[in-house]
T-cell receptor, first 115, second 114 residues
């Protein structure tokens, strides 16, 4: 089945130690998103790629970076994780419908813990 | 600015009861899209339904139904004859036309007890 796959499912890192989360998709969707979701909160968009064009949200900390080497893969890099970055990170994809009408398809998420 | 409000933070029901989740939104756009997503304990967000602002027809899909009322800016979701597998957090979300950024409500946790 076509899907959005996130690895790993659980990630533990040390305070200040860089960490990379990965997302791959077999849907061939143009748009890929990264969300941060803290406990009992709604997902918060960090940034998204429209093809190769990177779109950062204004309130996303500089500590968060992303790479999209090809259509299928997208990475979230946290350069110096702090305790406040412990959260579930969700990757999503959608077709570029152009009118906002295309649903986003989410992966299972990576739960990040900071020691 | 857009805003989605889900006033109910948690609803607890007994299996086979019906449950209705409220969603109220604010937007200045005349064209927009509304979504409902389900997030079970496993964590993934599952797309349930999309509705555009020009289509006020109610929709039924199995035990799920949606009531969109533009006059009250509401897009409510009803689960009929709830089951334990319906236990999850449900998010209502809005996207403006010519955009792809989801504005989520705060979510409603539904707990269905056997």
């Amino acid at each position: 089945d076509a899907m959005v796959i996130q690895n790993p499912r659980y990630q533990v890192t040390q305070f200040g130690k860089p960490v990379t989360l990965s997302c791959s998709q077999t849907l061939n969707h143009n748009v890929m998103y990264w969300y941060q979701q803290k406990s009992s909160q709604a997902p918060k968009l960090l940034f998204h790629y429209y093809d190769k064009d990177f779109n950062n949200e204004a309130d996303t900390p500089d500590n968060f970076q992303s790479r999209r080497p090809n259509t299928s893969f997208c990475f979230l890099d946290i350069r110096s994780p702090g305790l406040g970055d412990a959260a579930m990170y969700l990757c999503a994809t959608s077709r570029a419908g152009g009118f906002g009408d295309q649903p986003q398809h989410f992966g299972d998420g990576t739960r990040l813990s900071i020691l | 600015a857009q805003k989605v409000t889900q006033a109910q933070t948690e609803i607890s029901v007994v299996e086979k009861e019906d449950v209705t989740l409220d969603c109220v939104y604010e937007t200045r756009d005349t064209t927009y899209y509304l979504f409902w997503y389900k997030q079970p304990p496993s964590g993934e967000l599952v797309f349930l339904i999309r509705r555009n602002s020009f289509d006020e027809q109610n929709e039924i899909s199995g035990r799920y139904s949606w009531n969109f009322q533009k006059s009250t800016s509401s897009f409510n979701f009803t689960i009929t004859a709830s089951q334990v597998v319906d236990s999850a957090v449900y998010f209502c979300a809005l996207v403006q036309a010519a955009g792809n950024k989801l504005t989520f409500g705060g979510g409603t946790r539904v707990l269905v007890k056997p």
